[in-house]
């Protein structure tokens, strides 16, 4: 195998997608079990979730060639592009997708077999329809998004309960203004594609910019549960305040100016905020 298909492969499964979930699902499965690792379960954790990830993201891609190739950001990937058989995609996702829900299931445990098995349902079956269909795509496509670190915590306590699905709306909340950014960014490029993503229907920008706020603004009380709840101590709950502040501050800038320049401000800002936080969150868990 050629050099170049090697990185196609690993560009099929959307790498920069598959090492968000695996980070955090590490934060997750630290937040559910403190303890000392049980290395079987925790490496198990890992590979299942980057196998689930990568095998729904060549589902992904290989739905979407067609609109793939309109747009500038992704026709260069393997199938638009034509360096890859569709073929060999479809083969790479169900092999990677039903090897990793079995590597939940046998080496993790069944609520995470079942988390995973419930993100790719949420990724193929109803995300990745509905970017063709509704606005209400970036909401549908936060669920599998959102779904890691819950899958996380899983696996280090052994069932879903509250702390879990804490963990699960931060990062269903910080996925709308960050796709939002992301949207008004490459906005034509989603139009040229016929994408009926927010920020293509709503051509003067109001209501994707009033939905940035909205969800930044709710992200800020979700983010201090783990503290009221003893997931983390009064540090975390200080850090967390101040970047849920600065988050909303540059949702605001985006509501305010409506320009690229406030879209990329948000988006950089969404990719500061989520690692600090999670850092922030684990940093207080620690024994002092």
Partial sequence: MKRRDIVDLVTLSKPRIVVLALLMSTLGYFLGDPGPIDWIRFL????????????????????????????NRTKNRPLPAGRMEPAL???????ASLLGTIVLAVF?????AFLGGLTLFAYIAMYTPSKTASPLSTLIGAIPGALPPLIG??????????PGLVLFGILFLWQIPHFLAIGWLYRE?????????????????????KQAVLYSLALIPLTLVPTLWGMAGENYFVGALALGLL??????????????????????????????????????????
């Fill in 44 to 71: 198990g954790m890992l590979l299942g979730t980057g196998l689930v990830g990568a095998g729904a993201c060549a589902f992904n891609q290989h739905a979407e060639i067609e609109i793939d190739r309109k747009m």
């Fill in 89 to 95: 995609a479809a083969k790479m996702g169900w092999g």
């Fill in 108 to 112: 993790v445990n069944s609520p995470t």
């Fill in 153 to 162: 915590y899983a696996a280090g306590r052994g069932t879903i309960n509250g």
């Fill in 189 to 209: 490029d989603y139009s040229r594609a016929s994408l009926p993503i927010l920020t293509v229907v709503d051509s003067n920008g109001d209501l994707s910019a």
């Fill in 247 to 288: 988050f909303l501050f540059c949702s605001f800038l985006l509501a305010v100016r409506k320009n690229r320049m406030a879209a990329r401000t948000l988006f950089l800002a969404s990719l500061f905020y989520l690692p600090f936080l999670g850092g922030l969150m684990y940093w207080d868990r620690l024994p002092k």
